[in-house]
């Protein structure tokens, strides 16, 4: 896939790999996607898959990239330490975020629990990746029609905001983790979650100070 000539701008359009995803596993996936910026911060780009156009609004997506900066990646680099570019890096100095209906179609069966984001270690510079400090985050599926399983009215825009800053503070952890454990593959995967889970508690905590 190929890199952008300059740091990603706003209704840039770029091709990325879905990272870490197999059909095999997630026969509903795609392999790739095409995806816009909708969204830039100082720490943050945010893309949004084109087959998912509107997921939120222009101001919505600007309020998370607000709250990334202004509690999010302090936050989690206060506790775990902080990102830092790879070779090649699409966006120096800032973290991808990339919302698409593929995380989605990664559950199975949404009365079973969902998968609301993922991060991939191979993006972090490694072949196969997409030479970015990134994760994924699902889409607002109101009708049930992306998520298997899943009922209309449970995935909700409303409802999937609410679980956005937790799910970016947990997947920011994790990045961290990858780029900072000194054998990134053979981490404790209790203890790695166990960590994205208090990222996801001092997060909360910080955001609750500042309301």
């Given amino acids: 896939f190929g890199l952008m000539a300059a740091a990603p701008q706003l209704g840039d359009v770029m091709d990325f790999g879905f990272s870490c995803v197999t059909q095999t596993q997630f026969p509903n996936t795609p392999t790739d996607i095409t995806a816009e910026v ?3 911060s100082n720490n943050a780009v945010i893309f949004e898959d084109t087959l998912s156009r509107g997921a939120f609004t222009a101001a919505e997506y600007d309020d998370i990239a607000l709250n990334f ?3 999010i990646i302090g936050t989690d ?3 775990f330490g902080a990102p830092s570019d790879v070779p090649g890096d699409i966006a120096p100095g800032q973290v991808v975020i990339l919302y698409s209906q593929g995380v989605n179609q990664m559950t199975e069966d949404y009365t079973n629990g969902f998968i ?3 991060f991939c270690p191979l993006d972090l510079g490694f072949s196969g990746g997409n030479d970015a400090k990134m994760f994924y985050l699902l889409v607002p599926d109101p009708t049930g029609d992306l998520t298997p ?3 209309g009215g449970l995935l909700t825009k409303t409802n999937v905001l609410r679980l956005t800053d937790n799910t970016v503070a947990h997947e920011l952890q994790h990045l961290i ?3 900072n454990h000194p ?3 053979g981490m404790d995967v209790g203890i790695n979650e166990g960590l994205s889970h208090l990222a996801e508690e001092v997060v909360g905590h910080a955001t609750a100070q500042i309301a």
């Fill in 38 to 40: 909708v969204s830039v």
């Fill in 69 to 71: 900066d202004n509690v």
């Fill in 77 to 79: 680099t206060l506790y």
């Fill in 116 to 118: 609301a984001g993922f």
């Fill in 149 to 151: 399983g899943a009922d």
């Fill in 177 to 179: 983790n990858s780029q």
């Fill in 183 to 185: 054998n990134p593959l």
